[in-house]
């Protein structure tokens, strides 16, 4: 009776031991899952806290930006005033030996400086014409010697003798007075003209300049190729006449070529061409310089 209790107690009290390997390998695998879970939630935590840095530092830099552009945007009234008074206080220390505002110079300091202070006054004194209304009188006056001077010799018919804004013009008609055709040679009534208009030249200190014009026929033949070497040929053949004969001083004359260029009359008509090649002797306003002088004396004489 004894043998099967005793067998039965072992069957029911039988228990089966514990796969520790298995068990241990269930562990192993569970903590290879949670460190790769681990990893990647790591990583990604990671990524996503550099870009938020840079995003901080943007907007902490634009902070800064926008601070600084409104503290260079408000003006101090006070401090402004203070800084131009420092400023305008500082050029009046500056300047005070020679403005008695910072800009303008001082009565005494003109004084020291004689060649200012007589400035126009004395030149004036010196030189009557040197102003408008002597200057007008002084060209009227000329004017009138010019045209009594040639009625006085009968050339009144191959000048004319003009008022305009350059001075005093004595127009001479080429086919009338001196030159043949595409010539610059004076004839005996050119050298007439211009020693009668030299004799009225050499009394006063005007520039006087020769302004030579042609038609506009082309130039054929001859020592001249075009119109405007004629014409300036012309007008050098008169001012070397008033430096030679008429003895009119060269720093006084000068000689201009126009051309075909500023005609009088039409140059369709044999007419109109015939006006249109002339010489001009224009009396100006301007003056030689007076001796000990460098500059020349100029007036506006309408």
Request: proline share 5%; net charge positive.
């Amino acid at each position: 009776m004894t043998a099967p209790t005793q067998r039965h107690h072992s069957v029911r009290g039988e228990r089966k031991p514990p796969d520790v390997a298995a068990y241990e390998a269930s562990r192993h695998r569970a903590r290879r899952r949670r460190s790769a879970g681990e990893g990647a939630g790591g990583h990604e935590a990671a990524g996503m806290g550099r870009w938020l840095l840079t995003y901080s530092d943007m907007i902490t830099l634009l902070l800064a930006l926008f601070i600084i552009l409104f503290a260079i945007s408000t003006i101090n009234a006070k401090k402004f005033l203070a800084f131009k008074m420092g400023i305008t206080q500082s050029f009046n220390n500056v300047a005070q030996q020679t403005s008695h505002n910072g800009l303008l110079p001082k009565q005494d300091a003109l004084s020291a400086h004689p060649t200012i202070t007589t400035s126009m006054s004395s030149i004036l004194a010196k030189n009557p014409t040197t102003t408008t209304k002597t200057a007008r009188s002084d060209l009227t006056k000329i004017q009138v010697e010019l045209s009594q001077h040639l009625a006085a010799a009968g050339l009144s018919s191959v000048t004319s003798v003009s008022r305009t804004e350059q001075g005093v013009v004595v127009e001479i008609f080429a086919d009338k007075a001196y030159f043949a055709t595409d010539s610059a040679t004076l004839q005996p009534t050119g050298d007439k003209v211009i020693d009668t208009i030299g004799a009225v030249l050499s009394t006063v200190p005007n520039h006087v300049e020769v302004q030579g014009y042609t038609d506009d026929v082309p130039i054929t033949g001859g020592p001249y190729v075009s119109n405007w070497e004629l014409s300036g040929a012309r007008a050098a053949a008169a001012v070397v006449r008033l430096e030679t004969v008429d003895r009119i001083t060269p720093n006084r004359l000068s000689a201009v070529g126009f051309g075909t260029t500023h005609p009088v009359a039409s140059n369709a008509t044999v007419a109109g061409r015939a006006q249109n090649r002339r010489i001009d002797i224009v009396v100006l306003a301007t003056t030689v310089p007076a001796p000990g002088t460098t500059s020349t004396q100029k007036v506006i004489a309408p």
